[in-house]
């Protein structure tokens, strides 16, 4: 019987990628990009040769929040929105309109069970 792997063991090590070698060294974006933001993929759009990170985030992020994208993708928040902001840039992913002062009472209905519903499948 092979005994437990301890601490001090090479292969026990945890693999730890810094989140700036994610995002090039960059820790902002130029689109303002709220957490609660929701995204759309940008329909005809062609996608370049991504990073795997970045691939990573645009297959999950069609109609879903910036939060729910970090979560989903196991990345901090932070790096999710540089991520996102780049694919924001290259027109790949788009911000769907989220609550303003001219939002009605169905939308912001809709956008509160939207979010319940996805804490409830976390």
């Given at each position: 019987?092979?005994?437990?792997?301890?601490?001090?063991?090479?292969?026990y090590r945890?693999?730890?990628?810094?989140?700036?070698?994610?995002?090039?060294?960059?820790?902002?974006?130029?689109?303002d990009?709220?957490?609660?933001?929701?995204?759309?993929?940008?329909?005809g759009?062609?996608?370049?040769?991504?990073?795997?990170s970045?691939?990573?985030?645009?297959?999950?992020?069609?109609?879903?929040?910036?939060?729910?994208?970090s979560a989903?993708?196991?990345?901090?928040?932070?790096?999710?929105?540089v991520?996102l902001g780049?694919?924001?840039?290259q027109?790949?992913?788009?911000i769907?309109?989220?609550?303003n002062?001219?939002?009605?009472?169905?939308?912001?209905?809709e956008l509160?069970?939207?979010?319940?519903?996805?804490?409830?499948?976390?």
């Amino acid at each position: 019987m092979t005994p437990p792997l301890e601490p001090e063991d090479e292969a026990y090590r945890p693999r730890l990628i810094r989140s700036y070698t994610l995002t090039a060294g960059r820790t902002a974006t130029n689109v303002d990009l709220a957490m609660e933001a929701t995204l759309r993929l940008q329909a005809g759009a062609e996608a370049p040769v991504l990073t795997p990170s970045a691939a990573q985030v645009l297959e999950v992020c069609d109609r879903r929040s910036v939060a729910e994208v970090s979560a989903l993708t196991k990345m901090p928040i932070g790096v999710t929105r540089v991520l996102l902001g780049d694919l924001i840039e290259q027109g790949l992913v788009r911000i769907q309109a989220t609550i303003n002062d001219k939002t009605s009472t169905d939308e912001r209905l809709e956008l509160i069970e939207r979010t319940l519903r996805g804490l409830r499948n976390y």
